[in-house]
């Protein structure tokens, strides 16, 4: 996966920049197959921005925004909001019912 941080007017630090990796690196271990994730960080007066764009497997792609008063809190809260957006699309991929088609099969014989 590749993470693409930028800022039209902020300067992204090595410091942000490792920051925004370790906060995505919770995201992987929840789902691996993430292809390109861009991270654009924005400053308008006194609100900090953070968005996320995530093109995941089978063309899925995600999107999430936050703001608050700090970079790195904005930062939390675009992880958190991106971390339940991942649990909830790796939920709809999984085949909760599988079970019960084997077992009805198993009956039909």
Request: no cysteine.
């Given at each position: 996966?590749?993470?693409?941080?930028?800022?039209?007017?902020?300067?992204?630090t090595?410091?942000?920049?490792s920051?925004?990796?370790?906060?995505?690196?919770?995201?992987?271990r929840?789902?691996?197959?993430?292809?390109?994730?861009?991270?654009?960080?924005?400053?308008?007066?006194?609100?900090?921005?953070?968005?996320?764009?995530l093109?995941?497997a089978?063309g899925k792609?995600?999107?999430?925004?936050?703001?608050?008063?700090d970079?790195y809190?904005?930062?939390?809260?675009?992880?958190?909001?991106?971390?339940?957006?991942?649990?909830?699309?790796?939920?709809?991929?999984?085949?909760?019912?599988?079970?019960?088609a084997?077992?009805?099969?198993e009956?039909?014989?």
């Amino acid at each position: 996966m590749q993470i693409n941080v930028s800022g039209p007017k902020v300067d992204v630090t090595p410091a942000l920049r490792s920051y925004v990796e370790s906060k995505f690196e919770r995201i992987l271990r929840h789902f691996d197959h993430l292809h390109d994730v861009g991270v654009q960080l924005s400053v308008e007066k006194l609100v900090h921005k953070a968005d996320a764009t995530l093109h995941a497997a089978a063309g899925k792609i995600i999107h999430a925004e936050a703001s608050a008063d700090d970079m790195y809190a904005a930062i939390d809260a675009l992880a958190d909001k991106l971390d339940g957006q991942i649990r909830k699309h790796k939920e709809k991929l999984t085949d909760h019912h599988k079970g019960e088609a084997l077992r009805a099969a198993e009956r039909m014989v």
